[in-house]
């Protein structure tokens, strides 16, 4: 009879065994494991949708009826915020109008716009490491894979693997294995902007040592990854160091803000080519 | 009985995190409630609940995380392993002990996946020490919460009825 510790240890090894082989099929057939994911996924994003709801109705009592002091100084304070944005927006209107002007004596293409649907985060990272969000808006709604999001600010991630019928998982810029094709505003230079979980957690890649980068440069999609159309905010230049390698290396500090989404906007005209990059 | 206690522990920590996270997704604020779940599986019911239940935890996130499904999981499992080996060993009933458990077993766990990364991808991934310090910290603190109101609350319902009696006692 074997003894009980015994039987512990090896009751142990057989499971951190079956963990070895589970990685190793997936490292060898470098795909993931579908099954596995969407019935995780299926049968968690119901109740993460309830979560949502119960969260959302509590935030929403405490802001509606319990954290109302300061409010009338608040409001003032945005009135006068939207008498300045009015004037800008205005000046905004008159450059567009220049810029248009422009473009169509130099014959360009104009620009298509772009159709977006608005959706709620409602799940967040399940690990620590893994930074996905779900969203409530699913293949009913029109959510296909690969299709990029965006939030206040810049671009967000994409829409990874197949979505259930009112949910999604995007995977965020900022993770491990994402990435998107970017262009530096005001060196011009194209490159890759990848996540990866560092501080700051975004680094670009790919720009030669020759071009001249320099501390609060933009950083823009290029639109070179058939997810995200070109122009999009990612971020700013906040570290470069002249590589060892012929490349930079650039740190960047993104312009969306990840540790507050609460609503974000899918991009449902996705770029030519969609689904060819941007991410892992 | 105790399969299905561990079980939803487990799933009701997987729920919880994806929940609390949302406020604070790619933040500063990083913690990992199902690696305090499968600490008190391990503590409350030994080794062997320990690593079913960092099993199912791990996979669940790494299948809900779109990571490598395995990575997480024999991770969480050798930590719930060690947690509930050291439980049955020493004694760790006092909250700091367990914050201590706690706190070592973040670092461990994230040892692991981070040395499982690097097997996988042939390069060691870069690490913000600053997030592990926090998920350390942040970890430790939700655990002392955690053991002291699963002991304290059935504790108080227990106590409750006798109050109940020694009423009745005084006033008749």
């Known amino acids: 009879m074997i003894d009980i510790r015994r039987r512990t240890t090896y009751f142990f090894l057989l499971v951190s065994l079956g963990h070895v082989l589970l990685i190793s099929a997936q490292v060898q057939s470098k795909s993931g494991m579908p099954l596995i994911e969407h019935v995780a996924f299926a049968a968690f994003a119901g109740v993460q949708r309830g979560a949502a709801a119960v969260t959302g109705g509590l935030g929403s009592l405490w802001n509606r009826y319990v954290a109302l002091h300061g409010v009338v100084s608040e409001n003032v304070a945005l009135r006068a915020e939207i008498t ?111 996540g990866g979980g560092g501080d700051p957690p975004l680094h670009m890649q790919y720009v030669p040592n020759s071009y001249d980068v320099k501390v609060g440069d933009r950083v823009l999609t290029s639109g070179q990854d058939g997810v995200f159309p070109p122009g999009f905010a990612i971020g700013e230049v906040v570290k470069v160091e002249r590589g060892s390698t012929m490349h930079k290396l650039i740190a960047i500090r993104p312009a969306a803000n990840f540790s507050r989404l609460e609503m974000v906007l899918v991009l449902l005209d996705a770029p030519h080519g969609a689904g060819t990059g941007g991410g892992q | 009985m105790k399969s299905a206690a561990v079980v939803a522990v487990i799933a009701v920590a997987v729920a919880l995190q994806m929940t609390l996270a949302r ?150």
Do not use: C, Y
Not at chain 1, 127 to 151: E, K, M, Q, Y
Not at chain 2, 32 to 54: I, M
């Open chain 1, 84 to 194: 300045r944005l009015e004037g800008r927006l205005q000046e905004e209107q008159a450059l567009a109008s220049q810029a248009r002007s422009l473009e169509a004596m130099l014959r360009l293409q104009t620009s298509v716009p772009q159709h977006t649907l608005a959706a709620r985060v409602i799940a967040g990272d399940p690990a620590p490491d893994s930074l996905t969000i779900t969203i409530d808006r699913g293949s009913l709604d029109g959510i296909r894979a690969d299709l990029g999001v965006i939030a206040t600010g810049g671009i967000v991630g994409r829409v990874m693997g197949e979505p259930l019928p009112h949910a999604a998982r995007v995977q965020l810029l900022i993770g491990r294995g994402a990435a998107a094709g970017a262009l530096l505003e005001r060196a011009n230079a194209f490159g890759v902007v990848a």
């Open chain 2, 23 to 172: 406020f604070t997704v790619g933040g500063r604020w990083v913690f990992d409630l199902v690696l305090v779940a499968v600490v008190f599986v391990a503590l409350r019911w030994g080794p062997t609940a320990g690593a079913v239940g960092g099993t199912i935890g791990g996979l669940l996130q790494d299948a809900l995380g779109g990571t490598t499904v395995g990575v997480g999981g024999l991770a969480k499992t050798i930590v719930g392993f060690a947690a509930g080996v050291i439980g049955s060993q020493f004694i760790v009933t006092r909250p700091v002990p367990r914050m201590l458990l706690v706190a070592g077993a973040t670092v461990a766990a994230r040892v692991v996946v981070l040395a499982l990364r690097g097997l996988i991808d042939l390069s060691w991934p870069e690490v913000s020490w600053t997030g592990m310090l926090t998920e350390t910290a942040l970890n430790a603190l939700v655990a002392f919460l955690v053991f002291q109101g699963a002991e304290s609350v059935p504790a108080m319902i227990r106590r409750r009825p006798l109050q109940r009696a020694s009423f009745r006692t005084r006033r008749w």
